[in-house]
């Protein structure tokens, strides 16, 4: 059974920085892609960024330049390191997991909360 498991969400004054991880168990097929998503109260969760198997990524216009998506194979681990935070970052952030024949295989996390303060 496929798990993923956030953690490294908290509570972060505006300007700080936190380290989100999402640890991956049970695949037992390629991995294709991992992304970190987001919904904060009242809007649609949306894309922050993603790593392909390829190593390749990309990110919202909106963390550019503040946000860094990485991977662990050794550990199953990606990790989203997030710097310069700002109030509106403030959301759940989960991970998402695309894999095997056409990434039919999707799995997500339980979520973690990030809240930044001003």
């Known amino acids: 059974q496929v798990q993923l498991v956030e953690s490294g969400g908290g509570l972060v004054q505006a300007g700080g920085s936190l380290r989100l991880s999402c640890a991956a168990s049970?695949?037992?097929?390629?991995?294709?892609?991992v992304g970190w998503y987001r919904q904060a109260p009242g809007k649609q969760r949306e894309l922050v960024a993603a790593?392909?198997?390829?190593?390749?990524?990309n990110y919202a216009d909106s963390v550019k330049g503040r946000f860094t998506i990485s991977r662990d194979n050794g550990k199953n681990t990606v990790y989203l390191q997030m710097n310069s935070l700002k109030p509106e970052d403030t959301a759940v952030y989960y991970c998402?997991?695309?894999?095997?024949?056409?990434?039919?295989?999707?799995?997500w996390g339980q979520g973690t909360q990030v809240t930044v303060s001003s």
């Open positions: 790593i392909r198997s390829g190593g390749s990524t």
């Open positions: 998402n997991l695309k894999g095997g024949i056409d990434s039919r295989l999707v799995y």
């Open positions: 049970g695949t037992t097929f390629s991995i294709n892609k």
